[in-house]
Each structure stands twice: as C-alpha cells, then as structure tokens.
C-alpha cells in the first residue's frame, strides 16, 4: 500500500530528449523520482535533475522497487522487454500495487505480453505511447495514448498531467500503442510525401520556395510539411527532429500490425520501403528532413536541397 501521507516516487528508465523533459516536470510538481542512471554521460545529462532531488539509480530493478508509478521510456520493444524482463530488470525489483507505464512506441502484441508478465507480479500496466516534440516534452505539452485500465490511469492521471496536455484513452492494453503506431503511418508517410515531391520538384526545375508557398496557401499544407519546409529553404533540420532509423523501427512496427490484422496497407509498404531504403544508404541517425536527400541520390539531383 502507498503511504498517502507522502508524495508518490515517480521512477524513470529513459532519460533521452524525451523522458528528460517529462522528468523535469514531475519533480518540479513535487513528486520523489528516481532515475536510471547507468554511464558517467548519464550522469552528466542528468545532473540538473538529480540536482533538483532526483536520486540516480543503477539497475531497473532498483528503480522498479523505489517506484510507485515505474515511466519506461525506450527506443522499441526490444528495449521494453529487456528493461522489464532482462538480468536485474524491472520484473525483479517490482512491487505488487505498482503502476508500470510505458511510453515507448512499441508493437502492440509484446506490450500486452509484458503486462501479462507484470501482473503475475501483482504490478499494474498502461500503454502510454508519446505524441509530440522533445521541444512540448520540455514545456510539458506532449500527448498521451492510452491503453489498460480506465481506473488505472485515473490514479495516475495527475502524474501524467505534469507533462502531457491531452490525455486520450484509447481502449485496452495495447490500444494505445496501436494508435500510435496508426499516428506514426500518418506523419511519416506524410513526410515521405513531401520529401518524395521536393526531390521531383528539383529534378524538374521547379523553384523550391515557389512550391513551399503554395503547398503553404492550400491543402497540402500540413505539420509534417511545416517542420520539413525549414530544411527545404534553410537547411534547418532542427524543426523535425525524429531519426531516420526512428522512422524506419516505427513503420517497420506498422507494417508487422497490419500484418497480423490481415488489413490493407499499400501506402504503407511503400512509406515503409522509403526508410528501409533510406536506412540502407546510411541515412539512420539523421533527421526526417534528410529523407529528401535519400531520394536526391536515387534521382541523381545534387545531395542538399536547394536553397536561397
């Protein structure tokens, strides 16, 4: 039972440019948190947090067992199930009672093996999958999908609140995952779009900031394009600032669930070929804008877009 006399210890596994944020925003609130914190770099990017009270911890199971809500925020499933089910892990540290919610974007079929494996453990789950910018993660506007429970995530709704400015229940475990990974579909494939129309529109001569305004003035226009147009004029690839490899993991998760559910997905084949493609000439660790490179290659145009 959780002492209601004390604030609750918030525990986080994932300190990259999104967890850092959300972690931020729970101390500020008041909140106990501790962090997993593995290397001397960890440390290093995350001293304003333990600064701020956050106690540094060195295994999951650690974290897990200080935790009364456990926030696990990875790359992927394979990630998840190592942080959960791996040596010194979360399931070796948990505590019955425990709400577990991960807010990674994972595939929706392991995410409802691991709550399986946790409620043997008398521990409680939420599929909380992130949409946003590390940029609403630092000012606490992210949004939530989630899955699991309805009384559960009542409980830990003021938690979520710290960070997140819409909170969408989504359905049972795994749903909010699911969702995501529908969200991913839409964006990336989006974006792969976009970028497919800018490395045509150079092949074909057509002036970049003339095709910026006009996608800008109609119905084109879209966030995926705002967050691209930067590069496409600038070479600012900061405004969308989500890894090729990212892309790639996200669609390769979609294609595996439309898969399983025997659903049509021929648009998203081909987005999915777009990042295999790109991920195969090297372009994994850069940003979304770089797609448009990827496909200045195949189309023989010069490597960086067009520019001012």
Do not use: W
């Not at 109609?218 to 892309?247: C, H, K, W």
Request: proline share 4%.
């Amino acid at each position: 039972m959780t002492d209601a006399s004390r604030p609750l210890n918030i525990g986080f596994i994932g300190l990259g440019m999104m967890g850092r944020g959300m972690a931020g925003h729970v101390l500020a609130k008041g909140y106990g948190a501790g962090l997993l914190v593995r290397s001397e770099e960890g440390a290093a990017r995350c001293a304003d947090l333990t600064a701020a009270g956050a106690r540094s911890l060195a295994t999951s199971a650690e974290v897990a067992a200080m935790a009364d809500v456990l926030i696990i925020c990875v790359t992927g499933s394979p990630e998840v199930e190592e942080v959960v089910l791996g040596r010194h892990g979360v399931l070796e540290g948990i505590k019955p009672g425990t709400v577990v919610v991960d807010c990674s974007t994972s595939q929706p079929d392991s995410t409802r093996q691991l709550a399986a494996a946790l409620a043997v453990k008398g521990a409680l789950f939420l599929d909380a999958a992130l949409t946003g910018t590390p940029k609403h993660a630092e000012e606490g506007q992210l949004n939530l999908l989630v899955g699991g429970d309805p009384a559960v995530l009542e409980r830990v709704r003021p938690v979520f609140a710290c960070f997140a400015k819409n909170i969408f229940y989504c359905g049972a475990v795994g749903a909010g995952h699911t969702t995501k990974l529908l969200h991913q579909f839409v964006v990336l494939g989006n974006a792969a779009i976009l970028a497919e129309a800018f490395s045509c529109a150079s092949k074909t001569g057509v002036d970049l900031a003339v095709l910026c305004d006009v996608i800008d003035s109609g119905g084109a226009n879209s966030t995926a394009f705002q967050r691209l147009r930067p590069y496409v004029l600038e070479g600012n690839d900061q405004m969308f600032r989500f890894s090729i490899g990212n892309a790639h993991k996200d669609m390769r998760y979609y294609a595996r669930m439309t898969g399983e559910a025997k659903a049509v997905s021929y648009l998203g084949d081909a987005v999915h070929n777009t990042y295999t493609v790109a991920t195969n000439q090297g372009y994994t660790p850069q940003f979304i804008p770089h797609l448009i490179n990827s496909l200045n290659t195949l189309n023989g145009n010069a490597l960086e877009p067009k520019k001012d």
